[in-house]
Each structure stands twice: as structure tokens, then as C-alpha cells.
């Protein structure tokens, strides 16, 4: 069973981290929910608080061995995610490792374009923040995202990353993922069983 951590900070955007955690879990992937504050409590950006699986504290470089990682958007959620770094080695970790690595809204821009993960790649991201990388990323950000291209999609695949535009693309996100990981037919089980409609 593949292994996947979903990194959960304070102001998480709550739609685009659930939905993933709740379609992943129903495809028999192996989830595991990552608080980066001191406890496992983490409060969204709309104020739905959750209890996360552990802390990054407690899983400590067990991140490492995971098969993909998905980050959230919503601000300041993306900024504290950002601002973690187990949650930034990790995310480093399995990119270079070839795993999945999968971002929506505004974690594609603050997080992963400190990374380099968007380096020659195609990816989406909320609208507007495709524009902002000098703002979040670190200062080679010229360097860490050469060659990326902005697409505008509600979900966009290229090679080991996934992104998502925002919370209204959530479903098609998770879907994105669960196929990646889990192949055609569970993705078409998946969307047919909560009857979705893409």
C-alpha cells in the first residue's frame, strides 16, 4: 500500500486539504496527516479545526519514506507549510526520489517554488499567484523555477507533480491523485461511487 502524507499548518485552506485525505483513504491508500504546529491541532482558514494523525515532531524524518506528499493551500496555511522545514526536506526528499508530489492554490507558488519541484514544468495554481514567485520564493527563485509554465487548468499532471487551482478544483485534484497512485479503474470507481460528476 503506497504511503502518502498530507502536511496540515494553521490556515489551511480546509476543502482542498479534506477532500484529498477523504478520496485517498477511500482508495485504500495508506494516509497520514501532519500537523507542523508543536500539537496536532491545526485550524483552517475558515475556522474548522482538526486533529492531525501526529505532529511533525513525532513523525520526525519518517516523511522521508513516503511515497507522495500533498500540500494544501489556502494563507497563511501555504506560508507555514513553507515555513517548515521538515515539511520543505521532505516534500525535496520525495521529489528527488520520483514520488508524487501534489500542491493546490497557493502551495504551488509559496512552497513548491522554493523547492525547484516546479523546475521545467507545466503546473496551475489560484489565479493571480502564478505571477508572485519573487515574493515567496527564495532569492534564486529565477533559478529554482526556469521554465516552468502556468497553464490555468483546474488540475494539471506532469510527470511526479500534480496542482490544483483552488478549493472549487479540490475534487478534481483528489481524483488526479488517486488516479497516479492508485491506477484508471480505481479513479473511475472512485468518481462513480460518490457520484461525482468532472
Not at 505532529?55 to 516523511?63: A, D, L, P, S
Not at 507545466?122 to 497553464?151: H, I
Request: proline share 4%; charged share 20%; hydrophobic share 45%.
Amino acid at each position: 500500500m503506497k504511503k502518502v502524507c498530507v502536511f496540515f499548518a494553521n490556515g489551511f485552506e480546509e476543502v482542498e486539504a479534506l477532500t484529498p485525505v477523504d478520496y485517498m483513504r477511500r482508495a485504500g491508500l495508506d494516509v497520514t496527516t501532519v500537523s507542523c504546529n508543536t500539537d496536532k491541532a491545526v485550524t483552517g482558514a475558515h475556522g474548522v479545526t482538526v486533529l492531525a494523525d501526529v505532529t511533525v515532531k513525532e513523525i520526525g524524518e519518517g516523511t522521508f519514506d513516503m511515497d507522495a506528499v500533498v500540500i494544501p493551500g489556502g494563507m497563511p496555511g501555504a506560508k507555514n507549510v513553507a515555513d517548515c522545514p521538515l515539511a520543505i526536506d521532505t516534500i525535496t526528499k520525495i521529489n528527488e526520489k520520483k514520488g508524487l508530489v501534489a500542491a493546490i492554490c497557493a502551495a504551488p507558488v509559496v512552497v513548491l517554488g522554493k523547492t525547484g519541484v516546479l523546475k521545467g514544468k507545466k503546473y496551475t495554481c489560484y489565479p493571480g499567484m502564478e505571477d508572485s514567485f519573487a515574493q515567496w520564493a527564495d532569492a534564486d527563485w529565477n533559478t529554482l523555477t526556469e521554465n516552468t509554465r502556468y497553464t490555468g487548468d483546474r488540475s494539471v499532471v506532469d510527470g511526479n507533480l500534480i496542482t490544483g487551482a483552488g478549493p472549487g478544483a479540490a475534487v478534481n485534484f483528489a481524483v488526479a491523485i488517486v488516479d497516479y497512485l492508485c491506477g484508471k479503474a480505481a479513479a473511475e470507481q472512485l468518481v462513480s461511487s460518490c457520484l461525482l460528476k468532472l
